[in-house]
Nanobody, 124 residues
Framework: QVQLEESGGGLVQAGGSLRLSCAASGRTSSREVMAWFRQAPGQEREFVAVVTWSGLKYYSESVKGRFTISRDNGKNTVYLQMNSLKPEDTAAYFC??????????????????WGQGTQVTVSS
């Protein structure tokens, strides 16, 4: 089992920045794929960013160029640096870790472990 705990959410004005952290504990492995998803009220959970065990990174089109995902395997922690935030970025942000499945990296069913989420609110 892997436990994930997010932190770093909050209220920020449009154009501002936040950094989210996701600390993993339990049966962690630096080979796990780690991702961030987000979910706004009344909407489906959507892919934001992913980092593979080899360090490859992919982003959704809506955040590309503004968000940066990174990982510190020594600390079992994944980060999401969010810059130039927009009101449409408002959502609960969830960290996820995969268990070696075969689904696409960009869909939620790929991931077996989820954090409880951290709220990001961007005011206009």
């Amino acid at each position: 089992q892997v436990q994930l705990e997010e932190s770093g959410g909050g209220l920020v004005q449009a154009g501002g920045s936040l950094r989210l952290s996701c600390a993993a504990s339990g049966r962690t492995s630096s080979r796990e794929v780690m991702a961030w998803f987000r979910q706004a009220p009344g909407q489906e959970r959507e892919f934001v960013a992913v980092v593979t065990w080899s360090g490859l990174k992919y982003y959704s089109e809506s955040v590309k160029g503004r968000f940066t995902i990174s990982r510190d395997n020594g600390k079992n922690t994944v980060y999401l640096q969010m810059n130039s935030l927009k009101p449409e970025d408002t959502a609960a942000y969830f960290c996820a870790a995969d268990g070696g499945g075969s689904a696409s990296l960009f869909v939620s069913r790929r991931y077996d472990y989820w954090g409880q989420g951290t709220q990001v609110t961007v005011s206009s």
